[in-house]
């Protein structure tokens, strides 16, 4: 059994970073551990209905310090061009007093954080154990993010010659090299200087990039497997959502979303949408409106939603994706693979399109499409441009009926979702995981 602790949580002001921190809450919560979870104040009511264990599960808002160059009421990146991310990140910084003050007054066992890399340093001053929870896949940890890493290159010895960045990733490395520096700095220093490593993943996807990062860093690395909620201890799907969904048939419709972070210039949300028309099937996009446009109406292409309509939508808000995707009739997911839509997309039904834009999502990608095999990617030219011949051509290579490799993709995938989803799996990383830390606590 081992004893009960508290532990905090402290991951960077992202909602693809604070929402699989919170699912691996609910998870210690649910075993009768407790959690102070610490994130900007605004974020707090997005993120209440997630918390299955509030008896256990305490918000605690801090208030971010105003940094020059940041908006006054950004909090997280959603609230920001990626441009600014820096501005955010100073801004973190700028909270160690606020953390140290919680951990003062409330004497956790542990804390957890991805990006503050000086937790490490707080932690040792009040004795407690520091934990760098990374919840981007190993893969890119591995590629990018080892000490002697170099932006764009793998490093000597990393496992793979597929998972790899190639000519027509100039786009994304560009988008990369402004952080770059940043986050090589906090990931490797956190790395390097917490008590423990963990990462949300198995070894059955990642296992060759997870035990590369032990050897780099020459440490033990413990897994959580992907710490995935429970979809029925949610809400259901929305009324509105059910009601387009069922007017077709079971596995016909195509779902596309780019996650929390990803803005489309305008003349390439338009190439998109047209992507969707020529295709001819059903579809779902839920994407933010583009660059320049407060509304996604104002940017459909003239015409657009006359010719679409009774068949497909082009939502500028947020859907609950993974309900989507429990959907009987969504057949095809296309998204950014970022690594939250990478476990889901492998846990739903559907036949994967991959279109990544920042860095890690370009190796997740190749991680699905040609190493694991379970997933196509869509074609870019060299610019970074995607046309919508190359959006179709790849969505109906996989959703065709007679299409060969539709069939291959979604052998493997089924194959691996078999594995993924054998009784006891997940739950024996989260168990051992946790044994894992009552062990350093004793
Ligand atoms: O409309 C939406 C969009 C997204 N979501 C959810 O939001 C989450 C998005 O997480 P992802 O990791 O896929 O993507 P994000 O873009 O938000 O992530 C960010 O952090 C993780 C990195 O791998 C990504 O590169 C980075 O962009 C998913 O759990 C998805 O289900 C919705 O529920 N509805």
Redesign the pocket.
């Given at each position: 059994m081992g004893s009960k602790f508290h532990a905090f949580m402290f991951p960077w002001f992202?909602?693809?970073?604070i929402?699989p921190y919170l699912h691996l809450a609910n998870k210690l919560a649910e075993k009768g551990h407790r959690v102070t979870f610490l994130l900007p104040k605004k974020a707090q009511k997005h993120l209440e209905h997630l918390n299955h264990f509030p008896q256990n599960i305490a918000f605690h808002p801090l208030t971010i310090p105003h940094v020059n160059g940041l908006p006054p009421s950004a909090e997280t990146t959603s609230d920001i061009p990626i441009s600014l991310d820096k501005f955010l990140s100073e801004a973190m910084d700028l909270t160690r007093g606020q953390v140290e003050a919680a951990v003062q007054t409330l004497r956790p066992n542990l804390i957890f954080f991805d990006f503050a890399h000086w937790v490490t340093e707080l932690a040792k001053d009040y004795m407690i154990k520091s934990v760098c929870y990374i919840i981007?896949s190993a893969t890119t940890i591995a590629h990018t993010l080892v000490p002697g890493g170099e932006l764009g290159l793998p490093p000597p010895g990393y496992p793979s010659t597929k998972v790899m960045y190639r000519d027509n990733d100039a786009h994304a490395l560009a988008t990369l090299s402004i952080y770059y520096k940043r986050v090589y700095h906090q990931i490797t220093t956190g790395l390097k200087s917490c008590d423990i490593i963990s990462i949300r993943t198995c070894k059955e996807i990642e296992g060759k990039f997870c035990d590369y990062i032990a050897s780099q860093y020459n440490r033990k690395v413990l897994l959580t497997g992907p710490v995935l909620p429970e979809l029925e201890k949610g809400e259901p799907l929305e009324e509105q959502w059910i009601h387009f969904l069922n007017g077709f048939g079971p596995g016909s419709v195509v779902f596309f979303?780019l996650?929390?972070?990803?803005i489309l210039e305008k003349d390439q949300f338009q190439e998109l949408c047209l992507g969707f028309e020529l295709l001819g099937l059903p579809f779902l996009v839920?994407v933010k409106p583009p660059k320049g446009a407060s509304t996604i109406q104002e940017a459909l292409p003239e015409g657009f939603e006359e010719r679409v309509k009774g068949r497909g939508v082009v939502w500028g808000g947020?859907?609950?994706?993974?309900l989507v995707l429990s959907h009987p009739s969504v057949g095809c997911f296309v998204n950014?693979c970022?690594?939250?839509?990478m476990w889901?997309s492998l846990m739903s039904d559907c036949q994967i399109v991959l279109i990544p834009f920042?860095g890690?999502?370009v190796l997740n990608t190749r991680l699905m499409t040609e190493e694991l095999k379970v997933s196509v990617e869509v074609v870019r030219e060299k610019t970074g441009w995607f046309s919508k011949e190359s959006l179709s051509d790849a969505v109906r290579s996989v959703m065709d009926k007679d299409s060969k490799h539709g069939k291959l993709v979604r052998r493997n995938k089924a194959k691996l979702k078999d594995i993924l989803v054998s009784p006891g799996l997940f739950t024996s990383y989260e168990d051992k995981f946790v044994e894992a830390l009552q062990e350093y606590l004793v």
């Open positions: 992202a909602f693809g970073h929402t981007l979303a996650g929390s972070q990803i839920a947020w859907v609950q994706q993974p950014h970022g690594f939250g839509s889901e920042l890690d999502q």
